[in-house]
């Protein structure tokens, strides 16, 4: 599997396709398999006539695991992208991104502009414009030897996810106690590349999406019915946005026959 080093980090990537990249970037816990190909984002995309370009955050998937949470900032993680743009020589690309990865975007998009064609975040809303969690409720669920009693409904909830993706629990520990970095909405006011927030109806980690897309410049919102915020990018009426967004032609949906 193709991979690079990102300031003595091992990223793991693939990509898809040819034509204008798309880079996407999943959400915590998850990685490039669970998150865009096991519903399909790459095949989408190649039919579109793009290339999907995919990789795994450090401490996720096949990525190298670290087990500091200083080795997980934002900017660090946000810098991992910006390598894996150099290596692939993309000067600027969309980027179509999930939870986490949207809050990285966010990052890009603030402070490396000239890199972000457009910028994509789903799956993210208000809770986004509050003072974080406590990323130790997060952690200590991550690490409990009892997750049955694990009171925190959110907490329970990822680490039921991660129990699924088979993450590595201490790695996702860390980063989760590296990750917060309060927004700051006169950063928000002034992006200037056109973003568009995609929530999730039924998303009780995110909240309504409309507050995040009215605190950022310019930004389009939209809300998809039914859905929650680990099934959102399953959806086909995800793809239907982000694609008219994206200005692609309208995706393909596989049809299924039971």
Same mark, same amino acid.
């Given at each position: ?5 990102? $300031? ?5 990537? @693939? =990509?898809?396709?040819?034509g ?5 970037? +999943? /959400? ?11 519903? %399909? ?7 579109? /006539?793009?290339?999907?370009v995919?990789? %795994? +955050?450090?401490?996720?998937? #096949? ?16 810098? $991992?992208?910006?390598? *894996? ?5 993309i ?13 990285? =975007? ?10 972000? #064609? ?5 799956g993210?809303?208000?809770?986004? &414009? ?12 991550? !690490? ?5 009693n694990?009171?925190? @409904? ?13 993450? $590595?629990?201490?790695? !996702? ?14 950063? *928000? ?9 995609? /929530? ?7 909240g ?9 410049? /310019? ?15 399953? #959806? ?11 200005? &692609? ?10």
């Amino acid at each position: 599997m193709p991979n690079f080093d990102s $300031d003595e980090v091992e990223i793991v990537y @693939e =990509t898809f396709g040819t034509g204008a990249p798309v880079i996407l970037c +999943h /959400g915590f816990a998850a990685h490039r398999r669970q998150a865009w190909m096991a519903n %399909d984002w790459h095949g989408t995309l190649m039919k579109a /006539g793009r290339e999907a370009v995919m990789f %795994d +955050h450090r401490g996720h998937g #096949e990525s190298e695991k670290l087990y500091k949470a200083d080795d997980y900032s934002i900017p660090d993680m946000a810098g $991992d992208v910006l390598r *894996l743009m150099d290596k692939l020589n993309i000067a600027k690309a969309p980027i179509v991104s999930h939870s986490m990865g949207a809050r990285i =975007t966010l990052h890009l998009a603030i402070n490396h502009s000239e890199r972000v #064609e457009t910028a994509v975040l789903i799956g993210v809303g208000e809770y986004m &414009l509050i003072p974080a969690r406590d990323p130790e409720v997060m952690a200590e669920a991550l !690490l409990s030897d009892e997750p049955w009693n694990i009171e925190d @409904e959110a907490a329970a909830s990822f680490r039921t996810f991660v129990e699924s993706t088979r993450g $590595d629990r201490e790695a !996702l520990a860390a980063c989760t106690r590296g990750i917060p970095l309060p927004l700051d909405r006169d950063e *928000l006011a002034r992006i200037n590349v056109p973003v568009l927030v995609v /929530g999730a109806q039924m998303d009780e980690l995110s909240g309504d999406p409309a507050p995040l897309a009215e605190a950022i410049a /310019g930004a389009r919102g939209a809300l998809i019915p039914r859905a929650s915020h680990h099934s959102v990018l399953a #959806e086909n009426l995800t793809k239907d946005v982000v694609f008219e967004f994206l200005e &692609l032609p309208p995706p393909e949906h596989y049809e299924h026959s039971w």
